[in-house]
Each structure stands twice: as C-alpha cells, then as structure tokens.
C-alpha cells in the first residue's frame, strides 16, 4: 500500500515569542510557545513540532550546540521550544516552526530580535525599593480625597443659611496611613 500523500492541513499559531525581544545583558529570552490546529479549528495533541534557529547572522542556539530541536504538543495543542539561548549576535532573525501530524503538516515563521538590553521609553530602569505614595494613582487618590474634604467641609459650613462666619484653616503636610515609620 502506497503511503498518504502529505497535505497542509494543520495550521501553526504564535502564541508567545512573535515580535519579542531577546535581552543579551541579563539573558532573558522570550518564551517560544506555538499552538497547533487542525482545519476545524481544533487543538492537535501529539504533533511534532519542529523549531529551527538561523544558521548565520543573529539567532539562537539549544542547549546541545543545534539550532533546531522537536517538541511535541499537548493536549491544548501546544508546544514550546526550551533550553535556548540567543547567540549573542546583535540584530532580527526568523524562527521557522513546521508541525507535522499524520500525513498533515503545516508551518509559519515568527520573528525576534536580539538586543544589547531591554529598556523601557529609552530608559534603563533598575529596581528600587518604591513607597505606596509614589505610584501616580495614590497621587491622584490623595488629590481627589483632599478636593472631597475641602468640598465637604465648604458646604458644611455653607449649607446652614445662618449668618455666622467660620475660619476653617487647612494646612499641608505629609499624608500619613498607618503606623509611622
């Protein structure tokens, strides 16, 4: 009996890892995660999955030296590529993932990119011990609460229609909650 012919009927989604950035300072790579589907949109449990790093230029490595290594999807139909790393090379390259079930396969290419370090707005950001008042929402909170006082207080003496005068003096200081320091 003459083999199934090969047809293309599984489709390879992205899941983590398409546009992502490789940091090379601190070695944090992005995760590399695929789900496989077949062509009524459902999960394919045990298919090989097959992903594979450039060969030149800016890319990525396994563990063992390769720049590819199968792995097989569960039962979401999901699979991820482990134990890499970028290979220190600057730059964008390409991930060619190829799944294979049966007689069906499929493929799609995600891209990354390997920087010198992650930074954020063009800024390095290093981690500080930072106070519950410095987050910009508590600001905003605590200006919103001292509008809702100031408000309160000048329709409470205000409100009665009486026509006695009250001085009412607010002074600023630091807001404190809880037990001080």
């Known amino acids: 009996m003459a083999p199934l012919p090969t047809v293309k009927g599984l489709r390879v989604i992205p ?17 590399l995660v695929v789900q496989v589907v077949d062509q009524n949109d459902r999960p394919v449990e045990g298919a090989d999955v097959v992903f594979r790093f450039p060969l030149n230029g800016p890319g990525a490595l396994f563990a063992d030296q390769k720049n590819s290594k199968t792995a097989r999807t569960n039962g979401q139909g999901q699979a991820a590529a482990t134990g890499w790393a970028a290979n220190g090379e600057l730059g964008k390259f390409q991930v060619h993932i190829t799944a294979a079930y049966g007689n069906q396969i499929g493929e799609t290419t995600i891209s990354m990119t390997n920087v010198e370090r992650i930074a954020k707005d063009g800024k390095t950001y290093k981690t500080t011990h930072r106070h519950w008042y410095s987050s910009k929402w508590a600001k905003i909170g605590l200006i919103a609460v001292a509008a809702g006082a100031v408000a309160g207080i000048v329709l409470a003496t205000t409100g009665g ?9 607010i002074s600023p200081g630091s807001p404190t909650v809880g037990a001080p320091h």
């Open 15 to 31: 899941l983590a890892g398409d546009g992502e950035m490789n940091d090379l300072e601190r070695r944090v790579m992005a995760p």
């Open 161 to 169: 229609g009486g026509t006695t005068t009250r001085t009412i003096t």
